[in-house]
């Protein structure tokens, strides 16, 4: 693109955003796609076809089930890998110029970088099978790219020390993490979370870095606060909190800014990030005072296309209205896909206007972002005969003054499966509040979800990380289902399996 990534007026960047996808059609997806040259082929669709963002909606949606592998179709995301096809790119205009300046092994090592696979990040779903997204050389560049901007749109100066407590693993979070701090010049230790290092790894490097950002997920993060609060550390040179892989509630924010305060940091910012697995890039909040409404997360328009769509109808809705997030990825090779429903559900919708904090002129996604298929894969309508949404009532406990960690747990009356549902909530409480108050505050907020938990059980903050799986789970456990007679909580197979 020729504009500056975070300059250029909405119209002219939809224009390139647009004209960039035709090309990206034509020379590397179509030809290389299987994929998508069937689907194309079978609307006859040209790329030409795609004018304006409008013209979008001729492009099929791709969405979770067209990747996740079933018994017949054990390698559905393999389609989706481009593999090139020495024919077609030797009638590339660049190839021939190349090869005739360079030789034949030249060209074909910059082919290779392009396309051949050499990395892995896979999603993470607690419900299905782990999806592999395949990167080539080409697409650790843009990682790094991204990584860079995902930095610097957080404030991150040379001087910095940024401690990674992000899982270690072939996951988005933790890579986009590394990559970031090489590309931005930063000093990043990545410690790997706790299951690599444990808690008291992570406050051991707290201790001896004294760093001015932490990046993590959020419930781990707290969880390493609130003992690093409880042995009495000092934190003074803490600025920015950066959480990824999990969504930020507003009480969370808050609460950590308190403990922050409790470490001898106060005004720290909180910020999210956004990202997925299928975009193989993620984005950052502009920094804001906490308690203040977050400016959005900076988009990347020369490398993904961001829309924003009615989740029911699947039709584009306009700027500033929510919906669910689609993208399509602009410049990618390894494992691509178009049009990809995320089942993220944004409350502020896309906006064009630039930035009220920095004043970038790149596109935001503004609002709260929760995931839409929540609901669904916990297969929580059944509970109690009353639908409920586990985003809500996760809103509530994190917004819950005097309620640190918690838990929920499902289970069958006496564990017999043709029993009751039950519901038991697990909390670690922090503050003056005493348990009859905060039962009386649950009690309450959860009335208005027309759920009643069937027991309250208080826990030390220490038992709760023990049953939230605190260094044991990549992702600390909020919810457990130990009903006996449901399918969930199998264990996925390995990422190794999932290749196959
Ligand atoms: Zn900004």
Redesign the pocket.
Known sequence: MKLPWHTSPVRQMQREQMARLRQYLRRTVLPFSAHYRRVFAELQLDPDDLQTVDDLRFLPFTSKDDLVATPAEPNKARAFILAPDRAVLARRPGILLHTLLHGRRATQRKVEREFRPIFLTSTTGRAADPIPFLYTAYDLERLSLTGERLFG?CGAAPEMKVLNMFPYAPHLGFWQAVYGGIAAGVFTLSSGGGKVMGTEGQLRFLRKLQPQVLIGMPTFVYHVLHEAAAQGLRLSALRRIVLGGEKVPDGLRRKLGMLAEALGAPNIEVLATYGFTEAKMAWAE??HPLGEPS??Y?LYPDLGLVEIVDPDTGEPVPPETPGEIVFTPLDARGTVVLRYRTGDITDGGLHFTP??????ATS?LVGRISRRSGVQAMQLDKLKGTLVDFNQLEHILDDLPGVGAWQIELRKHNDDPLELDEIILHIAATGEASEEQLVHRIDSQFARVEVHPNRILFHEAGELRRIQGVGVELKEQRLVDHRPSTAMATPSPSTKEALK
């Open positions: 749109v502009c920094p400016p959005g900076h930035c009220p904090r920095c004043g970038r935001r």
